[in-house]
């Protein structure tokens, strides 16, 4: 089992920036697609970035241009670099690693970390 630990959530002013991490239990080597999700209040959760093993990469289309994300394998941890935050972004975020094992896939969640984009 995957476990997922995210920090680096906080409170920012408009056009700010932030950067997010997230820790893996296991090397990500072994896992299939890291990715980060949101969660606004009300709203469904989406998906922001996702990182495949084999090393592209794919946005949602509200961040493109803005929100960066990356990988260090040595340290089995994923990064979201968020530059020019507005207040839509405003969201619970959530680390999520997709790992094929047992003959299946299997979804791990992180516990999610606020972030707050207000003046």
């Known amino acids: 089992q995957v476990q997922l630990v995210e920090s680096g959530g906080g409170l920012v002013q408009p056009g700010g920036s932030l950067r997010l991490s997230c820790a893996a239990s296991?090397?990500?080597?072994?896992?299939?697609?890291m990715g980060w999700y949101r969660q606004a209040p009300g709203k469904q959760r989406e998906l922001v970035a996702s990182m495949t093993s084999g090393g592209s990469t794919t946005y949602a289309d509200s961040v493109k241009g803005r929100f960066t994300a990356s990988r260090d394998n040595a340290k089995n941890t994923v990064y979201l670099q968020m530059n020019s935050l507005k207040p839509e972004d405003t969201a619970v975020y959530y680390c999520?690693?997709?790992?094929?094992?047992?003959?299946?896939?299997?979804?791990?969640w992180g516990q999610g970390t606020q972030v707050t984009v207000s003046s």
């Open positions: 296991e090397s990500i080597f072994s896992i299939n697609a």
């Open positions: 999520n690693a997709l790992k094929f094992e047992a003959g299946r896939f299997h979804n791990y």
